[in-house]
């Protein structure tokens, strides 16, 4: 299971720290995701982190502004968010998977999901 938190509204140039705490997840998983998804758009990958925190992956659309990273004792990976935008409005989601590489942007790599925790920026 995955489980996020840390969404809630913010004003425009405000920070978010969102959380995923992973359990039960199998031996096979290797990576994690964030994901976003505004009203009336596709789901976009936002970040992704290979466990270890050796390699991480941002979208263009977020990158100097988010950072990912993880906590293996807690089995937590972090988003912080910076500067927020408007156009930061969204349903934020976390996944995990074991294809970690050049479709860490794309759902069909993950396997597990959290529910999501919605994110305002005003």
């Known amino acids: 299971q995955l489980v996020e938190s840390g969404g809630g509204s913010v004003q425009t140039g405000g920070s978010l720290r969102l959380s995923c705490v992973g359990s039960?997840?199998?031996?096979?998983?290797?990576?994690m995701g964030w994901f976003r998804q505004a009203p009336g758009k596709e789901r976009e990958g936002v970040a992704a982190?290979?466990?270890?925190?050796?390699?991480?992956s941002i979208a263009d659309s977020v990158k100097g502004r988010f950072t990912i990273s993880e906590d293996n004792a807690q089995n937590t990976v972090y988003l912080q968010m910076d500067s927020l935008k408007a156009e930061d409005t969204a349903m934020y989601y976390c996944?995990?998977?074991?294809?970690?590489?050049?479709?860490?942007?794309?759902?069909?790599?993950?396997?597990?999901w959290g529910r999501g925790t919605q994110v305002t920026v005003s």
């Open positions: 982190i290979l466990f270890g925190g050796t390699l991480t």
């Open positions: 039960g997840l199998t031996s096979e998983i290797n990576c």
């Open positions: 996944a995990s998977g074991s294809l970690y590489g050049g479709d860490w942007d794309k759902e069909y790599a993950y396997t597990y």
